[in-house]
Nanobody
């Protein structure tokens, strides 16, 4: 299996920044896996924020494009999300996820097999 552990969440004022990290481990973990960040606000469906392939090709959802940047360090089995210019509508539980394929890396939650426990990000106005 694959274990994913997020860190770095918290509370920040509008316009502020946060950096999320996700550490991956486990018997079936591979640096070839797609990785992504997803979020879920109360009463809303889980949505894709950004994803990245094993060769560092990244895509970002329109809602965060230009403000958030996904990155990964395969040598450290880690995934990151730099969040700048945060808005109150970014408030959500953020999840790290991984999928057992290495191309495409869609922003569709159902395509991902392994999930972290989630970490709260709260942006106040």
């Amino acid at each position: 299996q694959v274990q994913l552990v997020e860190s770095g969440g918290g509370s920040v004022q509008s316009g502020g920044s946060l950096r999320l990290s996700c550490a991956a481990s486990g018997y079936t973990w591979s640096t070839r896996h797609c990785m992504g960040w997803f979020r879920q606000a109360p009463g809303k469906e889980r949505e894709g924020v950004a994803s990245i392939t094993s060769y560092y090709y990244a895509i970002h959802a329109d809602a965060v494009k230009g403000r958030f940047t996904i990155s990964r360090d395969n040598a450290k089995n880690s995934l990151y999300l730099q969040m700048n210019s945060l808005k109150p509508e970014d408030t959500a539980m953020y999840y790290c996820a991984a999928a057992p394929f290495s191309v495409g890396c869609p922003l569709t939650p159902s395509r991902y097999n392994w999930w972290g426990q989630g970490i709260q990000v709260t942006v106040s106005s």
